[in-house]
């Protein structure tokens, strides 16, 4: 009997190199996406980026600036074909579990309230919304308010 083996999950601090596949699943998955720039700059700055890649294909990506003692999640997102797989889940664990090695005691966070799916991944996770940011997006029509969201990270278990 032969065992299959499951493609290896990793979770990988984001580099230059990662930046054209990081594009392609920014533009794919936001209407107003983030450019090479942003993500660069992020880099530069030392925030801390990171990959999801699975058997080496990229899958997701996540970039959390630091604020004092408050990890910013600024950008999560999945491969729109990889969508309601765990991606998105693992991606956030991992988020929150690397924001208190930075000395982070709370992990804040902006989503639209159109993104259903994100904001159950956050209600699932136990975040708690704390304000609205008026005509925080870009939108077709004008522009939408963004949720405030945070979660205590003391509460977590790397």
Not at 75 to 95: E, K, Y
Request: charged share 20%.
């Amino acid at each position: 009997m032969s065992a299959v083996l499951a493609p290896r999950i990793e979770m990988l601090p984001m580099n230059a190199n990662d930046l054209d596949g990081v594009l392609a699943i920014e533009n794919a998955v936001y209407p107003f996406p983030w450019t090479r720039g942003n993500f660069a700059d992020s880099l530069a700055a030392g925030y801390s980026a990171w990959v999801c890649r699975i058997g080496g294909e990229l899958v997701g990506y996540a970039v959390i600036m630091m604020v004092l003692d408050e990890a910013h999640l600024l950008n999560i997102s999945v491969d729109q074909s990889r969508h309601g797989m765990g991606f998105g889940a693992r991606l956030l664990r991992h988020a929150m579990s690397v924001a208190p090695t930075l000395r982070a005691r709370m992990l804040l966070l902006e989503v639209r309230p159109s993104n259903e799916r994100a904001l159950q991944l956050y209600k699932h996770f136990g975040f708690v919304r704390i304000g609205v940011r008026k005509a925080y997006y870009p939108a077709h029509e004008g522009r939408e308010d963004a949720l405030v969201l945070t979660h205590a990270l003391a509460e977590v278990k790397a």
